[in-house]
């Protein structure tokens, strides 16, 4: 896995980590933690705002990015996660930091405030133009969305190590959907992620071909199929902790059994449920107890 992840990393042509200055904004103090909006530089120059949230009345156990979902919510990121808007169980920042962990969530590239026309969680009717151009631009620039996607998230991990306060034993990455994409990749590639959680982002690229399935524009690499499947990406994370969520009916993660299966592991907690692929109640506890128990072992 080694030569695949540093095939990966030069395909992509994506650096390695590096220290991250922050600004820290206002604290808003809530019901058990505290947010405050983070900002930083990603690699571009480009301004990347996140909330930050910091368990309060209890012992911080440890720290985790967790990365947003899609939907075609472009007005939607870390507010989502925060539990401002959008759907009830992508609200992962006050129910982790309720528990114990110091919680960053970035909005990424085209998504909330990092639209370029308008900023906040109002729809623009041109939010999916600007998605989509940032893939088709880069790649006319023989660049690649997924590299400025996975440096993203490398930033927002330099700046958890940096800003939490925990041992780094203890700090991981989770994603629903889009977001379970990015914590796909960024913990295959980046060894600093401890322990994963994966939620509806599980799926061979054989079974979504064949379904019809559309492929995120952040997976769109020209010739990575030549290179990996599905499997070999969470492979490569393995032995760290991994926890893999999906739904049968789910085409995002349709086949995420078959997917695991070729696996030679101890290392994957697998919750399948015969369901759709929005996140319901038993899943989104599950993912909240996976994640406590990964900080609370140690």
Known sequence: MTDLITKLRERLALADPVPVAFERGPVVE???????????????????????FTPRGRDTLGGVVVFHQHNGEFHFGKSEVAGDVGHAFQAFGPALARRGLVVLAPDSISFEDRRAAVRGVEPDLYDWLQHYNSMSYRLLDGDLLMRKCLDDAQRALSVLLEVAGVDERLVGVAGDSYGGYTALYHAALDPRCRWACISGAVCSFETRRRGG????????????????????????IGPRPTMVVSGTKDKYSRDADQVVA????????????????????ERFDAIIEWIVDRVSDQ
């Open 30 to 52: 809530a019901d058990g933690f505290a947010r405050e909006r983070i900002e930083y530089r990603g690699l571009e120059g480009d301004l990347i705002p996140a909330f930050l």
């Open 213 to 236: 399935t559309g492929i995120t524009l952040f997976e769109t690499v020209p010739g990575l199929t030549r290179l990996l499947d599905t499997h070999d990406v969470l492979s490569a």
């Open 262 to 281: 070729k696996i030679a592991n101890d290392f994957i907690t697998e919750l399948r449920v015969d369901r759709e692929h929005a996140l319901d109640q």
